[in-house]
């Protein structure tokens, strides 16, 4: 059974920063397209970032580039998200995502982590 699970939500102040751990358990995560997406209530689910395949090219959204980092650890099983200047508008659930099989679909997804911005 596949799952993820996300970590290192909270509350922290415009222009702090925190990290989003999502350790996966009965799937490798090396050589999958990792996700992280975001929701707030009344919303649709919104990209932040993406790791290809080999670790080697990321992207991410236009709100985010230049502030968040999408990383992962082969040898953990885990992918991370580190988000810097932090901002109001960045609160959000995060969600970490697994592409298996490569199609630009994600397959597995984690609970979700609440991260909340004071301004």
């Known amino acids: 059974q596949v799952q993820l699970v996300e970590s290192g939500g909270g509350l922290v102040q415009a222009g702090g920063s925190l990290r989003l751990s999502c350790v996966a358990s009965g799937l490798n995560l090396n050589n999958l397209r990792l996700g992280w997406f975001r929701q707030t209530p009344g919303k649709e689910r919104e990209f932040v970032a993406q790791?290809?395949?080999?670790?080697?090219?990321?992207s991410s959204a236009d709100s985010v580039k230049g502030r968040f980092d999408i990383s992962r650890d082969n040898a953990q099983n885990t992918m991370y998200l580190q988000m810097n200047r932090l901002r109001p508008d960045d609160t959000a659930v995060y969600y970490c995502a697994v592409d298996k099989d490569l199609d630009n679909n994600y397959d597995y997804w984690g609970q979700g982590t609440q991260v909340t911005v004071s301004s």
């Open positions: 790791s290809s395949p080999s670790g080697l090219i990321t």
